[in-house]
């Protein structure tokens, strides 16, 4: 039986192109999660049903190595179980076979490849976020009340108006409103 598997990481992305690849290999049923593939194994719901479901003389299908997990070694221990179970791992477009010499050959080293672009683009990000905070720019969100909108609001606290009124006038929860005054208490 062929059992396939697909993964998108973010709601925006769709399943379009993995399923017409699956579809046309001829796989019986195909299971599909939105989640990280950065997520250990058994966070990941869909691919335990997956791994679970597959029996002995089965194939799991992916398009791509990155659909499976994001580590060398999650895709180590999930080719490793389905080669002791006797289940074979075959990724489409990178045309891994995994009951082969060389699919095997070809899947190790095009997981750790993927690995090391994982990297890589984490420190990309984190430089770029190290570049931009150092040029001034703020991450988060904006502020919903101004300097001088707290201290109005720690005033009318003193003068006795309740937290959930102070809330609504600002537009703030209760939580907020409670941080704002810690945060800005005087010493």
Known sequence: MKIGFMRVSTSN????????????YGCDK????????????NQRLELQKC?????EGDEVVVTKLDRLARSTLHLTQ???DLDKRGINLVVLQQNIDTKTPTGKLLFNMLSSIAEFEL????ERVRDGVRKARQNGVKFGRKRKLTDTQITEMMKLREDGVLIRELSEKYG??????????RQNKNP
């Open 13 to 24: 992305q769709n399943f379009g192109s993995q399923r017409d690849f699956l579809e046309d």
């Open 172 to 181: 703030i929860s209760n939580d907020s409103v409670y941080r704002l005054m």
């Open 51 to 55: 791994l679970e479901f597959v029996r």
């Open 78 to 80: 999930i080719a490793s």
């Open 119 to 122: 990297s890589l683009r984490g």
């Open 30 to 41: 195909i299971f599909c999660e939105k989640v990280s593939g950065g997520l250990d194994t």
